[in-house]
């Protein structure tokens, strides 16, 4: 089985930084993309960044230049450094992977449980 596991989360003062890490382990063929997402509340799950297995970066509008999403390959893990943060990054944060699990290189998406990071104004 393949578990994802973040951590990290927590309370910080605006313009503070978190680093939030999220660790895959479980037999796996490779890790593809791996990325971040969170929801507020009331609020539907939305994109935050994503890295490829080329390590190609993407962010959304509302965190680029603040957040930095980066991979260690050799210790399956994805990092996200949250620096400037305000208000409105307060949200549950999801950590995504898409894993094949066997030669065929078919990937499938899986989450983690989730890390609440809660930013005080």
């Known amino acids: 089985q393949v578990q994802l596991v973040e951590s990290g989360g927590g309370l910080v003062q605006a313009g503070g930084s978190l680093r939030l890490s999220c660790v895959v382990s479980?037999?796996?063929?490779?890790?593809?993309?791996l990325g971040w997402y969170r929801q507020a509340p009331g609020k539907q799950r939305e994109f935050v960044a994503v890295?490829?297995?080329?390590?190609?970066?993407k962010y959304a509008d509302s965190v680029r230049g603040r957040f930095t999403i980066s991979r260690d390959n050799g210790k399956n893990t994805v990092y996200l450094q949250m620096n400037s943060l305000i208000s409105e990054d307060t949200a549950v944060y999801y950590c995504?992977?898409?894993?094949?699990?066997?030669?065929?290189?078919?990937?499938?998406?899986?989450w983690g449980q989730g890390t609440q990071v809660t930013v005080s104004s």
């Open positions: 479980g037999i796996f063929f490779s890790i593809g993309d």
């Open positions: 890295i490829e297995s080329g390590y190609t970066s």
């Open positions: 995504n992977a898409r894993i094949a699990l066997d030669y065929s290189r078919n990937e499938n998406d899986y």
